[in-house]
């Protein structure tokens, strides 16, 4: 890493995002491994609103503007520089170090800059991630680095549109299209999960109320969801079957003595999960059928003697 070129870049880079996201603030600025200005800003970041940043600072780049240090006074750097950005607080000394790129921005550093913008060819914002309430980490690169990611990325723009099989300047309203297919979908899934979850009735196998319903295709939370109420009271068990994904959900009530784990491991051999005495989550490698997991069941709960009831 040229410490040089990311230094520089960074004050280009925070000086187009703070013109065009008015009343964003430095917290932090950290270089190595990540580049990233850790910042401050009321409202959401936008992926448009950061491409017009880039374009100000890559064009403040190109333009070849010269970069140079004045030692001055704290009260001459004020008056001097009326744009200044400077941690009053963080400076001790009376004498400032103030780094200007010509006409564009002026910050107090005393780190290792370019001579001249064009140095460092280009600036990329790779990520944006939120990490509290109004704080913001905004991750950059320079130089090859960035070109590299660059391209990069548009290799992956035109993959995700050729998977989309639309163009690229539709590979956001496909996106959001998708989306909101994919919520109407578990919207439907849920409402028959819960139809279902209404019309599933007990047999009684050896004083147990034992619901076994194959539900493949449902909504796994309302499932467990509804596994928990139907087991709270009696002396009842639950067994949901999942054949498409091959997964199964048992529990049962608190008045029921035998582990779940050890009647999974019974009427499941293959099966890999596990859970508490009460639940249990498994799934196999093998295709789980309900019509070889009734007469398990039923042998399993016939030949454990259930205590009587007090």
Same mark, same amino acid.
Request: aromatic residues 6%; glycine residues 6%.
């Given at each position: 890493?040229?410490?040089?070129?990311?230094?520089?870049?960074?004050?280009?880079? /925070?000086?187009?995002?703070?013109?065009?996201?008015?009343?964003?603030?430095?917290?932090?600025?950290? /270089?190595?491994?990540?580049?990233?200005?850790?910042?401050?800003?009321?409202?959401?970041?936008?992926?448009?609103?950061?491409?017009?940043?880039?374009?100000?600072?890559?064009?403040?780049?190109?333009?070849?503007?010269?970069?140079?240090?004045?030692?001055?006074?704290?009260?001459?750097?004020?008056?001097?520089?009326?744009?200044?950005?400077?941690?009053?607080?963080?400076?001790?000394?009376?004498?400032?170090?103030?780094?200007?790129?010509?006409? @564009?921005?002026?910050?107090?550093?005393?780190?290792?800059?370019?001579?001249?913008?064009?140095?460092?060819?280009?600036?990329?914002?790779? %990520?944006?991630?939120?990490?509290?309430?109004?704080?913001?980490?905004?991750?950059?690169?320079?130089?090859?680095?960035?070109?590299?990611?660059?391209?990069?990325?548009?290799?992956?723009?035109?993959?995700?549109?050729?998977?989309?099989?639309?163009?690229?300047?539709?590979?956001?309203?496909?996106?959001?299209?998708?989306?909101?297919?994919?919520?109407?979908?578990?919207?439907?899934? %849920?409402?028959?999960?819960?139809?279902?979850?209404? %019309?599933?009735?007990?047999?009684?196998?050896?004083?147990?109320?034992? @619901?076994?319903?194959?539900?493949?295709?449902?909504?796994?939370?309302?499932?467990?969801?509804?596994?928990?109420?139907?087991?709270?009271?009696?002396?009842?068990?639950?067994?949901?079957?999942?054949?498409?994904?091959?997964?199964?959900?048992?529990?049962?009530?608190?008045?029921?003595?035998?582990?779940?784990?050890?009647?999974? %491991?019974?009427?499941?051999?293959?099966?890999?999960?596990?859970?508490?005495?009460?639940?249990?989550?498994?799934?196999?490698?093998?295709?789980?059928?309900?019509?070889?997991?009734?007469?398990?069941?039923?042998?399993?709960?016939?030949?454990?003697?259930?205590?009587?009831?007090?």
């Amino acid at each position: 890493m040229d410490e040089r070129k990311t230094h520089t870049g960074e004050h280009i880079l /925070f000086r187009a995002l703070s013109t065009v996201f008015k009343g964003m603030s430095v917290k932090k600025v950290e /270089f190595g491994k990540r580049n990233y200005f850790l910042v401050h800003y009321d409202e959401e970041f936008d992926w448009k609103g950061i491409l017009e940043a880039e374009k100000i600072a890559n064009r403040t780049i190109r333009e070849g503007r010269p970069v140079k240090k004045v030692q001055c006074f704290r009260k001459e750097a004020a008056e001097q520089f009326p744009q200044l950005r400077v941690r009053w607080d963080r400076i001790k000394e009376d004498a400032v170090t103030v780094v200007e790129v010509e006409g @564009y921005d002026w910050a107090a550093c005393v780190g290792t800059h370019v001579e001249n913008t064009k140095e460092i060819e280009y600036i990329l914002v790779t %990520r944006i991630t939120s990490v509290g309430k109004g704080d913001y980490e905004i991750e950059f690169e320079v130089g090859e680095k960035a070109k590299e990611e660059a391209l990069n990325r548009s290799a992956l723009a035109m993959e995700v549109s050729s998977v989309l099989k639309t163009s690229l300047d539709k590979v956001i309203p496909t996106v959001k299209n998708l989306k909101e297919t994919q919520r109407a979908l578990t919207e439907s899934v %849920r409402l028959l999960t819960k139809n279902v979850a209404k %019309r599933i009735t007990p047999e009684d196998i050896a004083g147990i109320s034992v @619901y076994l319903e194959d539900v493949s295709g449902a909504d796994l939370k309302l499932l467990q969801k509804t596994a928990a109420q139907l087991t709270r009271e009696g002396k009842t068990l639950v067994v949901f079957i999942e054949h498409v994904n091959s997964m199964v959900v048992m529990a049962r009530s608190p008045s029921v003595s035998f582990d779940c784990r050890e009647l999974s %491991r019974t009427v499941l051999p293959e099966g890999r999960g596990g859970g508490k005495p009460e639940y249990v989550m498994a799934s196999s490698t093998q295709e789980v059928d309900i019509k070889e997991m009734e007469p398990r069941i039923r042998q399993f709960l016939e030949e454990r003697e259930q205590p009587p009831e007090r």
